[in-house]
């Protein structure tokens, strides 16, 4: 029985060690994805960014919660994220020039996009965190920039959480906020 127990903590760091350089390569390879994500999984909602210069353009903040306390310092709730950006134009292309995933503190998470893309009148993208992707915090948030050739309808943006704890389930919606300069 002692020699059970001398071999078990190597087969455990050796199985330790081996998913650790699973999670990483998984990590490295869904940060790779990720930024690919839009433009594949909603290549239908796509239009080619317009040539004409862009002469409107805006930000989005929308906060979000991949995590929330239900009873401070004890429990806390995950949740998923799924972050929609809806072009509300009924003829003009929405060009979306960064989807940026922030956490609590204000540091980027992820960058979903490497370049711009254009989104058809009405159409809808949308960028998903999975409930085990606590990376955000209590205090994530997405910053969205996105560009017009003319006269647009603001964009609609705004991100659905669902999660829970036990039985009890849980899901509410962030709406986006345009970000304006104040102060003068």
Not at 69 to 84: C, E, I, K, Y
Not at 98 to 123: K, M
Not at 140 to 154: H, K, L
Request: net charge positive.
């Amino acid at each position: 029985m002692s020699r059970r127990r001398a071999r078990k903590p190597a087969i455990c760091h050796i199985r330790t060690g081996a998913f650790a350089l699973l999670l990483i390569a998984a990590v490295a390879a869904g940060a790779a994805q990720a930024a690919d994500d839009v433009t594949t999984a909603f290549a239908s909602s796509l239009t080619p960014v317009p040539a004409e210069p862009v002469t409107v353009t805006g930000a989005v903040y929308v906060p979000v919660y991949s995590s929330v306390a239900m009873t401070p310092g004890r429990v806390q709730a995950d949740f998923s994220v799924t972050l929609s950006i809806h072009n509300a134009s009924e003829q003009r292309p929405l060009i979306v020039r960064r989807i940026n995933y922030y956490d609590t503190a204000g540091t980027l998470v992820e960058a979903h996009l490497r370049e711009p893309v254009a989104l058809r009148p009405f159409a809808t993208v949308e960028v998903f965190v999975p409930i085990k992707d606590t990376r955000g915090g209590t205090g994530a948030n997405f910053v969205i920039d996105w560009a017009a050739t003319g006269e647009i309808a603001e964009p609609v943006v705004e991100a659905l959480m669902v999660g829970g704890i036990g039985a009890g389930y849980y899901a509410f919606i962030s709406q986006g906020r345009p970000i304006r300069l104040t102060g003068r």
